[in-house]
């Protein structure tokens, strides 16, 4: 029988990449995405209008300019569950504070941060003495939980080129300053580490945050691989020989699973809703998907949750399920693509508590 796609049995969105991977073998990607609705008692149920998989990705605002909101969706290989936060930060009740706590946990894994109101390093010289000094931070009831509120940045205004700062593992953030610095007042970070809290102007802790690091930001650009004249001739257009499979895992190291998470484990929200704190259940609600070539019967396709989102700006939960059929030489013998919904699995609760 000709090839006739993808049949799609459920409410969810699902999709079909044909991609190559490292080594240049077609491989069939198939993407099954669902969207659910947060009550404001933390029930899921099936959002009404679902959202689209993103292949390309999309940023907060220009990109480069500005962080990833969402990674592109279309990888031949996850070899873990990314966990991502969208929203901001809430202050209890509404009322003013200069600093708060804030986090996310999602089964084993979780991330929390000392959320703080905007301060400044100023600098102060005396002779040829320069000082720099922390105002005191200033209150505010919400914070944007971006990379952009994160450590990090660069200085660029040194006369040369070799005395420049950046941090190489968020190059939006806030707080980096050169030895030879030029600049005066120098915002600090926003969202920091509870326990490495920035003292000095020289410290470099690791940028703190919820969301999706850019592939050209640290620790990902380092699983890239390398592409030098050695490429050239003997890869291109496949990826180098040192390219690793964990440049697709996006999220912050610390919301990234060892392994796949199930899709049924429990959620708490910390002071990242205007409710304060939120607990909820993933749904666990995991599709089936079929593969089907030509005189053959349908096989299963192993499953992975790919990436559990957690939008509190618009209160969704996105889960997207991946699966993968290498298709090397066998392209024409290809017929159909099935997703179908699976029974309810057993729960799997976890301790909800989480240490801030």
Not at 30 to 42: H, N, P, R
Not at 44 to 57: P, R, V
Not at 289 to 318: G, R, S
Request: glycine share 6%.
């Amino acid at each position: 029988m000709a090839y006739q796609g993808l049949e799609n049995n459920t409410p969810y969105k699902a999709e079909l990449a044909l991609i190559a991977d490292e080594n240049g073998r077609d491989v069939m990607l198939v993407l099954a995405k669902q969207t659910y609705d947060i009550s404001a008692t933390g029930e899921l149920t099936l959002a009404e209008e679902q959202a689209d998989i993103c292949f390309e990705g999309d940023y907060f605002g220009e990109p480069g300019l500005s962080s990833l909101k969402i990674a592109p969706e279309a990888n031949f290989s996850k070899l873990a569950t990314d966990v991502v936060l969208i929203g901001q930060a809430y202050s209890p009740n509404g009322q003013p504070v200069t600093e708060m706590d804030a986090g996310i946990k999602v089964g084993p894994v979780q991330q929390h941060v000392k959320v703080i109101g905007d301060r400044v390093w100023e600098k102060r010289v005396t002779g040829k003495i320069v000082n720099w000094y922390m105002s005191a931070p200033q209150a505010f009831t919400t914070m944007p939980l971006t990379y952009e509120n994160a450590f990090g940045g660069q200085d660029l205004t040194p006369d040369e080129e070799k005395h420049y700062a950046y941090e190489p593992r968020n190059l939006l953030g806030k707080g980096i300053i050169a030895k030879q610095s030029k600049l005066d007042v120098v915002s600090l970070p926003n969202l920091e580490d509870p326990k490495n809290l920035i003292q000095s102007p020289t410290d470099r802790p690791p940028p703190m945050g919820f969301g999706f690091i850019s592939p050209d930001w640290q620790p990902r650009l380092g699983y890239s691989g390398t592409y030098d004249k050695s490429w050239e001739k003997t890869r291109l257009p496949m990826l180098p020989k040192d390219f690793k499979r964990e440049f697709f895992n996006a999220a912050h190291p610390e919301l990234t699973a060892k392994g796949f998470l199930n899709g049924d484990e429990p959620v708490l929200l910390v002071n990242v809703c205007q409710q304060g704190s939120m607990k909820l259940t993933l749904p666990g609600q995991k599709p089936q998907l079929q593969f089907k070539f030509q005189y053959e019967d349908p096989q299963a396709l192993n499953v992975d949750l790919d990436t559990v989102i957690v939008n509190t700006d618009e209160l969704q939960v996105t889960l997207l399920w991946r699966a993968a059929q290498d298709v090397f030489n066998r392209i024409y013998d290809m017929e159909k693509i099935i997703v179908n919904e699976k029974t309810e699995t057993e729960l799997n609760p976890e301790n909800y508590e989480l240490a801030i």
